[in-house]
């Protein structure tokens, strides 16, 4: 996977293989942000950040610590036959914890205009199976550091593109008469799954290797 | 004080039960799983040079049938990238001191993600004996049915040169049926796969040239 | 603290149907539903995910019921975490060494259990409040409840989407053409949101009180 571009896999991340109608993450939070357009923004904007930052400091992590022989460069060579990965999706986790909790201080004291406005949502990110979920596809894509960088940054505007369109459209939907049965989860899901089949259109737009 | 001292130890104790129970599970199933994982690679070296492995052999039993059977050669060609070392390698299969079957691993860009499979030749890489897609994100039905069986048997018996003698293979689209010894049907609305699979073929085939120049023993 | 009703508290049949149907994790708590999409496009794959679910978050509960007393406020959510990941790993080891083939196809999704909401909702919402007999019936009668869910989407999906289903012998006449739809993304969305109107029109939900 060394050739391709991060420019190509950022845009692919958005477009053709967006880590939510294409790959099912985040939906938990999609199903309980995309009410509002504003809050669907706000969500969208903090999860590009975190996202891009932690596939980042993972990936960092995994072949500096995790990864079978990546601790040489520390050990030596008697280092060469040391696996943690079994360790990695707690690691992975911790650090996006971590980087959320960080985040929220952060913003609390620096503006706290915005950290009322995320609300909930700030810590509700960790456990965001997006975000965790965008570190392990970069490791079972074996994605080098740029592409990941790409990657993240990429899966995290696609997520927030595609949150913000559902609000658009739940918004238009509270004037329609939705049959009783379909009222709610429902209808959001037939609404995805219709976004998801034109998201498709998009296949081959992009050369992916 | 004493509530943060406790939230440390409590978190300590927690990390450290946690990651023992999590080390001691990933001990006891290491071999099992490295075995898994290399006989996955192994089953598709196998498979493609038609050495037959029953159903439901075991790892270390598939493991054993590979190590008996195929022979690893160097060669000078590669593909350049990450896998390098994977793609200057040859997969023999002898008969009497002879190569019966040789087979190359390819990779290339798919529509969706990346397509990894190994192509085999007989041992004067004239004639194609067989082609596997062992990793590939293709769209199930469309371009998906590249592994499928109809689509990899149309490859036995091809010939690896085109009329005009270079290396290569074309897989028809667009309506056009294969004909002669140098092509193949592609996937009725699987026009990208198809092409995408033509040309990652046809740059393999490029090194046959060379790789008949250089090669060196392995094992 | 219930007085009443030995070990159960007298409470394990409604919880046990409580978690299973009238309030499904999945279509009256919509929570879990990534893996429910992701998983679902063979029926095989649904139940092992199904037993992952069940294993997962009765495990995690009872460990977080018996240690609700002594979780620190401050780091709560990391603990709960920590605990379910170590089960969800364990599984996946497991799996990935003993069912290789289905690890392939399940993919991270296995991992990605950790952050599954169901896991974690019911460790929030129950665990740290009930005792621990209790917590296993409510963790085992949720997983049971995202099971219905995906094994009915994961049976139509496959039915109508390859024409067969190999693990149980079944499939269509020849002359139906298989929906290929129903394998991809948006088929899935789509399912799901059928299968979730049928349960409400079965059992229309009780009208929220908010």
């Known amino acids: ?209 | 004080m004493n509530d943060s001292t406790y939230t440390v130890f409590f978190a300590v104790v927690l990390g450290t039960v946690c990651a023992v129970i999590l080390t001691a599970v990933g001990q006891f199933t290491q071999p099992f799983r490295e075995a898994n994982a290399e006989a996955e690679i192994k089953k598709n070296i196998l498979s493609v040079l038609d050495i037959k492995v029953a159903e439901g052999t075991s790892p270390a039993d598939l493991i054993k049938i590979y190590e008996k059977n195929v022979k690893i050669e160097k060669t000078g060609a590669t593909e350049g990238g990450k896998s390098a070392s994977k793609n200057s390698k040859r997969y023999l299969r002898m008969e009497n001191g002879k190569i019966q079957t040789a087979a190359v691993h390819f990779s290339g860009p798919g529509l969706w993600g990346p397509v990894y499979g190994y192509l085999a030749t007989d041992g004067s890489m004239k004639n194609i004996k067989g082609i596997t897609f062992y990793k590939h994100e293709e769209t199930p039905g469309l371009g998906g049915e590249i592994d499928a069986d109809w689509f990899r048997d149309q490859f036995k018996g091809k010939s690896t040169r085109r009329s005009d003698g270079s290396f290569g293979i074309t897989v028809c689209t667009g309506g056009k049926k294969a004909s002669g010894n140098n092509e193949v049907d592609g996937i009725t609305g699987a026009t990208l796969t198809s092409e995408k699979v033509q040309a990652m073929l046809v740059k393999v085939m490029q090194t046959f040239d060379k790789s008949k120049t250089s090669s060196k023993e392995v094992k | 603290m219930s007085t009443h009703g030995g070990v159960c508290c007298g409470k394990c049949g409604e919880t046990l149907i409580a978690g299973a149907w009238r309030n499904n994790p999945i279509s009256i708590q919509v929570l879990g539903v990534c893996s429910a999409l992701a998983v679902t496009s063979r029926l095989e794959n649904s139940l092992v995910m199904s037993a992952a679910l069940i294993f997962v978050t009765a495990m995690s509960n009872l460990i977080v019921s018996v240690l609700r007393t002594s979780i620190p406020r401050r780091i709560r959510m990391i603990a709960e975490v920590a605990i379910i990941a170590t089960f969800v790993i364990m599984f996946d080891q497991l799996l990935k060494g003993f069912y290789f083939d289905m690890s392939k196809q399940l993919g991270p999704y296995v991992g990605l259990i950790i952050t599954n909401c169901i896991v974690m909702g019911r460790a929030e919402a129950f665990a740290l409040q009930n005792p621990p007999v209790l917590s296993i019936v409510d963790g085992i009668a949720n997983g049971i409840g995202y099971g219905i869910v995906l094994t009915a989407i994961g049976f139509f999906r496959e039915l109508f989407g390859t024409g067969a289903i190999p693990m149980l012998g079944l499939s269509l006449p020849a002359a139906y053409v298989p929906n290929q739809m129903l394998i991809l993304a948006p088929g899935a969305f789509v399912a799901l949101g059928f299968l979730v109107a049928l349960f409400n029109w079965i059992s229309p939900k009780e009208e929220e009180a908010n």
Not at chain 1, 131 to 159: D, H, K, P
């Open chain 1, 1 to 209: 996977m060394a050739e391709v571009s991060p420019l190509t896999i950022l845009i692919a991340a958005i477009f053709t293989n967006n880590i939510l109608l294409a790959n099912f993450l985040g939906m938990c939070s999609f199903l309980a942000c995309s009410k509002n357009i504003d809050t669907a923004a706000g969500l969208g904007t903090a999860v590009v950040f975190v996202m891009t930052c932690t596939t980042t400091l993972n990936y960092i992590i995994y072949y500096a610590f995790l990864s079978k022989g990546a601790m040489v460069w520390i050990f030596g060579e008697r280092a060469a036959e040391w696996d943690l990965t079994s360790l990695a999706y707690i690691v992975f986790i911790a650090v996006i914890a971590a980087f959320v909790q960080f985040v929220e201080m952060f913003v609390e004291k620096y503006s706290p205009a915005l950290y009322h406005a995320l609300g909930i949502f700030l810590p509700l990110i960790t456990v965001n199976c997006a975000i965790l979920g965008a570190s392990l596809f970069m490791i079972i894509r074996e994605y080098s550091f740029w592409q990941t960088v790409g990657f993240g940054f990429g899966a995290g505007v696609g997520f927030a593109m595609a949150i913000t369109l559902m609000a658009g459209l739940r918004t238009k939907m509270g004037y329609s008469n939705v049959p009783k049965a379909f009222q709610g989860v429902s209808i959001t899901m037939i609404v995805t799954g219709i976004m998801a089949l034109a998201f498709m259109g998009f296949a081959g737009m992009v050369n992916i290797q």
